[in-house]
């Protein structure tokens, strides 16, 4: 069973910095992609970025370009960061990792608990 486990959410002022981690397990995980969304109260779950398999393809939500930078730490992509500079209260929320992957045919979505991200002075 694929199991993501996020850390690095917290407080912070407008204008500063935040790096969110995200393992994905066990090791034997093949993910197609890794990606963050996130969710603030009373809004849907919305795209923040996404990195494929190779690391070749960076994808952002037009929210966060330029200042938002997604990065893998290993080949197979299952370390993943999110490092977020320029921060905006808009841009609190609940951040959530999410897992594409294929199995037995089958397309699947794994999701994290959640780090919450607070922006405010």
């Known amino acids: 069973q694929v199991q993501l486990a996020e850390s690095g959410g917290g407080l912070v002022q407008p204008g500063g910095s935040l790096r969110l981690s995200c393992e994905a397990s066990?090791?034997?995980?093949?993910?197609?992609?890794m990606g963050w969304f996130r969710q603030a109260p009373g809004k849907e779950r919305e795209f923040v970025s996404t990195?494929?398999?190779?690391?070749?393809?960076?994808?952002y939500a037009d929210s966060v370009k330029g200042r938002f930078t997604i990065s893998s730490a290993n080949t197979k992509n299952t370390v993943i960061y999110l490092q977020m500079n320029s921060l905006k209260p808009e841009d609190a929320a609940v951040y959530y990792c999410?897992?594409?992957?294929?199995?037995?045919?089958?397309?699947?979505?794994?999701w994290g608990q959640g780090t919450q991200v607070t922006v405010s002075s």
């Open positions: 990195i494929s398999s190779d690391g070749r393809y960076l994808y």
């Open positions: 999410n897992a594409n992957y294929w199995t037995s045919g089958w397309n699947r979505d794994s």
């Open positions: 066990p090791e034997s995980f093949d993910p197609y992609t």
